[in-house]
């Protein structure tokens, strides 16, 4: 079975803190990986989109790294802010076209 | 530009009911995809269209249908509706090229009472 894991389900920190989310997919033959944030009982908007031949993407604060060959990406939130606060998924996207999602990292930036 | 355009934002339906759900891709999107979301379960996928055709499908009963139009716009339809079909439907479209990913539009909260 096809699965994608992120871990920890859940993070609380303090504001401005550096941290990372992790996301580990067991299918190496992924052809892209796509990071969301969900703010609660809302849509999903898209972070980065990471290729299967590119190594990370940068868009602001935020980077991520993926590495096919040990199955995993991270995703890095510079000097975090309260704004920030909202539940960060990954979803790998193979052959089939479709998303496969983690279980999502519910992140809380305290003040 | 506008993006992904789901309709209605809010459902209550009763038990045995069906419902239909429209979303409106963001314009040049040919693919459309639906997703069920619940606390339980996550996000999951239900079926995917691309120029009215559906190209692939979720393990979700026959209840669950969908169609896509012309106009790229679709609509997914759930009949005989069950306690368990309460949750946030999101539609995704995509240029169905690979290195481009996918918009989400806001989603339809569908409530069974």
């Known amino acids: 079975k096809q699965e994608v894991t992120q871990i920890p389900a859940a993070l609380s920190v303090p504001e401005g803190e550096n941290l990372v989310l992790n996301c580990s997919f067991t299918?190496?033959?992924?052809?892209?990986l796509q990071w969301f944030r969900q703010d609660p009982g809302k849509g999903l908007t898209s972070l980065l989109l990471i290729q299967s031949s590119q190594r990370e993407q940068t868009s602001g604060r935020l980077n991520a790294s993926l590495d096919k060959s040990s199955g995993r990406s991270t995703l890095y939130i510079a000097a975090s802010q309260p704004g920030d606060s909202a539940t960060y998924l990954c979803?790998?996207?193979?052959?089939?076209?479709?998303?496969?999602f983690g279980k999502g990292t519910k992140l809380t930036v305290n003040p | 530009k506008a993006g992904v355009t789901q309709t209605p934002r809010y459902l209550i339906k009763t038990r045995g009911q069906q419902v239909t759900l429209s979303c409106s891709p963001i314009?040049?999107?040919?693919?459309v995809s639906w997703y069920q979301q619940t606390p339980g379960q996550g996000l999951q996928f239900l079926f995917e269209y691309f120029s009215e055709t559906q190209r692939n499908k979720g393990n979700f009963p026959g209840r669950f249908s969908g169609r896509q139009f012309s106009n790229s716009r679709s609509e997914m339809n759930v009949s005989t509706l069950e306690l368990g079909d309460s949750a946030l439907y999101l539609c995704?479209?995509?240029?169905?090229?690979?290195?481009?990913?996918?918009?989400f539009g806001s989603g339809t909260r569908l409530t069974v009472v």
């Open positions: 314009s040049g999107h040919r693919s």
């Open positions: 995704a479209s995509s240029l169905a090229l690979r290195n481009y990913g996918y918009t």
């Open positions: 299918d190496s033959a992924i052809y892209n």
């Open positions: 979803a790998r996207i193979s052959g089939s076209e479709k998303l496969v």
